[in-house]
């Protein structure tokens, strides 16, 4: 299955300016397939050392980290290993911290080899060295996305339109995309669920991997003690899913546990990607994180299917909605686009909230295309019930529009300075 990440692989290869690459990521979204079935194949030989599973190979790290003398070590247990001609791949890394700090020399003395690093909860690994600043260069891999899903699933012309001008997608075309949007909805963009749903076009069979990846998320929790109790982790989990698009608040999303507790839970799932934190700001002025309010923030999940399945929603009844943004109340919708706006380059990602004494109002998310700042709603009400989105654009004039994504197809007010755009189009909206 093509995924977007092999330009930006091949680009590395063949750079002049190369770093060692570090593939970051949460736990099956594809990193070590990535390297392995596509990035392999562009070398004579290839090297891979897991760290977890040959954890013997720690050694080779414990001393001097002088990069010849490993190479040499490690030719004894594997094959020559070939500067320019061999790929050197470290899988999960962060089982053995030393490898990466390693890196930085390999970078020093012998920047002709190619080599690529990839794990998960790489952050706690980071927090127990000193980072090679500059020395590194990284690629973020998240799940596929409805793009990548298309083309996975053989509808490339599909998946060219949700990249083309909205204003150019037909009725027809744009109902049909839809219909394939609703199967995502519940399939979800981790590799493994894509290919079970591509052979057997089951979402039982699908649901199936959705609990199997829940279950090792859940298996690695016991990693993160004793920072963390696994079953706060299990409980703030849950809780964000069924919260995705509300702002959030650490004493609520647990009663078992205190806020401070429930707060550490949250960022470690957050370190290990399978949260992202959206935090509330002002969006008078770039960059947006200057004005960021930690203490103001709602979440996303990793995916789409994971968050549909640990809220147990009946995909038997739900897949009969309609209305996209019927189903779940239109939660899966807004994890949609967030999930879409940041593997698709707004990470992180922002929202705008104001609370005043019987006034609240709050938008979706901020965008940056091309150095201005857009407000987005993900609504399937018509312009009139969008007062947030009025408020902040009339409030804010660096904004020149607002960005509506639904089901509806594309449409320009722009007496009321709003565009409305298919949900599909969301990635196209970052550049």
């Known amino acids: 299955m093509e995924r977007s990440a092999e330009k930006e692989l091949l680009d590395w290869k063949n750079s002049t300016r190369r770093k060692p690459l570090v593939v970051r990521g949460a736990r099956q979204v594809g990193k070590t397939w990535l390297i392995e079935k596509f990035l392999a194949k562009e070398f004579a030989s290839f090297v891979k050392i897991d760290f977890e599973k040959n954890r013997d190979l720690h050694r080779l790290f414990d001393e001097n980290l002088d990069p010849k003398k490993i190479l040499s070590l490690l030719e004894i247990s594997f094959e020559r290993i070939l500067p320019g001609k061999t790929l050197l791949f ?20 012998i920047p002709e080899l190619h080599i690529v690093a990839a794990g998960s909860l790489l952050e706690f690994a980071f927090g127990e060295i000193s ?39 037909s009725l027809i075309t744009h109902e049909q995309i839809l219909k394939e949007l609703k199967i995502y909805f519940f399939v979800g ?43 706060c982790l299990t409980a703030v989990l849950l809780s964000v899913a069924k919260r995705v698009g509300e702002q959030l608040k650490y004493t609520r999303l647990n009663e078992a546990h205190s806020g401070p507790t429930n707060r550490k839970a949250f960022d470690l799932l957050t370190k290990a990607r399978v949260l992202h934190k959206i935090p509330a700001c002002n969006p008078s002025g770039l960059p ?71 006034s609240n109002a709050e938008v979706d998310y901020l965008i940056v295309q091309n150095g201005t700042i857009y407000p987005v709603e993900v609504k399937s009400g018509a312009a009139g019930a969008l007062r947030s989105l009025h408020l902040m654009l009339k409030t804010y004039t660096n904004c020149p529009e607002g960005l509506v994504f639904s089901s509806r197809p594309f449409a320009r007010l722009p007496e009321q300075k709003l565009i409305f755009l298919p949900l599909y189009t969301a990635a196209a909206q970052i550049r």
């Open 189 to 231: 963009g981790m590799p493994e669920c894509v290919k079970v749903w591509r052979d057997t076009s089951s979402l039982k069979e699908v649901s199936f991997v959705h609990s199997e990846i829940i279950e090792s998320y859940q298996d690695d929790f016991s990693k993160y003690t004793p920072k963390t109790d696994p079953t």
């Open 288 to 358: 947006l994180g200057a004005t960021a309010n930690p203490g103001c923030f709602k979440a996303a999940l990793l995916d789409i299917g994971i968050m549909q399945r640990l809220c147990r929603i009946p995909i038997d009844e739900e897949i009969h909605q309609e209305k996209l943004l019927s189903i779940y109340n239109g939660k899966l919708a807004e994890q949609f686009v967030a999930q879409e706006l940041l593997a698709n380059g707004s990470n992180p990602l922002y929202y705008w909230s104001r609370a005043t004494r019987g």
């Open 131 to 169: 980072v090679p600043v500059g020395r590194l260069q990284y690629l973020h891999l998240y799940p596929m996305t409805f793009f990548e899903m298309l083309n996975a699933t053989g509808k490339k012309m599909m998946a060219k339109c949700t990249q083309d001008d909205p204003a150019s997608i």
């Open 90 to 109: 470290f899988d999960e890394i962060q089982a053995c911290p030393r490898a990466l700090m390693a890196l930085r020399y390999f970078y020093e003395d």
